[in-house]
């Protein structure tokens, strides 16, 4: 069977001839776990939870190729999230062995993969700048070694570089950390309609409804077939405007942290 790959990543351009090529590296299920929680967190339920692409989590930043590390009992009978990865442009599928005792599974040889593959690219001045993503406690040696062998590392995780043990300590050792956060997430959902700041108002009562985002109330009105919300903002209030409904209230659930009134 031949597989079509579909979906190309944004390449970085090529600048000069002997441009070394930027890879990524990618704990899988650690990432796609934390997907799914992040956004159970920003309020999406089960049922809208297929609408946002776990695949599109790693197409905002440019990378020449993403390696993905996952382990599986059986590699032809996978789960669709892990089909996806392998079916997309420059990303690649690495499996480890998924055992099984009672009820715990257990992934075998995953991060020792991630690690070998990386330092060797590292190692052989193949790569010279790279991104790991995810937070886990053993990428802190893997990071220490890619430095020391002169490259350049980034760190991506949803985990707060001011909080816990390890995040800080991978903020630390890392050139740069990224926080993935609400707007990245939004970018995921494969939304139709724009969200834009609105110069109309919300007047009267006459079809206004409250909604809860996150503790704050909101105000929404449909006036000329678009949505209108109304946040509080520090300064002064804000409408913004979008044709959905729903569209608008997930895009609300993860810009508050970038609207300061919420």
Known sequence: MILEKKGALNHIPVDTPHRTPHFAFVDADNMQKSFERKLKDFGVDEEHLSQFSFVSLFKQLLHDRIYFYSAAKNPEELPEWLKEIRAQEGFVLKLGVLTQKGRSKKQE???VKL??????LAFTSTMKTCTLYGADGDFIPLVEALSDAGCIVN???FN???QGRVAPRLQAEADSYKRIDGPWLYKTGGFRFAVSESGNLIHGQMGVEAIDIHG???SLQKRAGNWLALVNDKLAPIVYSCASREQLIFWLKM????????
Not at 115 to 120: L, P, R, V
Not at 255 to 262: I, P, V
Request: overall charge negative; cysteine-free.
């Open 109 to 111: 040889g995953v991060d």
């Open 115 to 120: 690690a070998i593959d990386a330092t060797k």
């Open 155 to 157: 760190v991506v995780s």
């Open 160 to 162: 707060d570089p001011s």
């Open 216 to 218: 704050e109330h909101v």
């Open 255 to 262: 810009h508050t942290e970038r609207l300061g009134g919420l």
